[in-house]
């Protein structure tokens, strides 16, 4: 818990954000250079990497994680569909190395690659 990542940093409050959601395990806040017109991030407050980093001990948080996009995208007005992803390292073009959750929607169907934010 004690990692200076940037992310570590925005779930101690040390670092500014604009917070969708928190709780004692994660963290919703909206990305600081949007790709859609709702674009929020879900982070686990404990530092994991990435998906390489987690494993079935890690069953509940990604659950939960997982568990609350739906609410919490309604919650920012996405009640027509949104978009999930997860980067994952250099092929995945992953930037911060904190696992994050990108939710991205809005009025509009997004672009239609499923591996594109937009
Ligand atoms: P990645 O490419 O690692 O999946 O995405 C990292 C995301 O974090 C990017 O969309 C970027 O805009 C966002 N980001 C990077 N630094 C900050 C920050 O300091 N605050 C916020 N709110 N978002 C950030
Ligand atoms: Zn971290």
Request: hydrophobic share 35%; charged share 25%.
């Amino acid at each position: 818990m004690s990692h200076d990542c940037i992310f570590c940093r925005i779930a101690r409050g040390e670092i500014p954000s604009r917070k969708v959601y928190e709780d004692e395990d994660m963290l919703a806040f909206h990305d600081i250079n949007p790709s859609a017109p709702v674009h929020f991030l879900m982070i686990p407050k404990q530092h994991l990497e990435n998906l390489y980093d987690a494993d079935l001990r890690h069953q509940a948080l990604l659950g939960k994680l997982l568990g609350m996009a739906g609410q919490l995208a309604r919650e920012q007005g996405l009640d027509d569909g949104f978009r999930v992803i997860v980067n994952n390292g250099r092929v995945g073009r992953q930037e911060v190395y904190h696992l994050h959750i990108h939710v991205l929607g809005g009025p509009e169907p997004l672009g239609s690659s499923a591996s594109r934010r937009q």
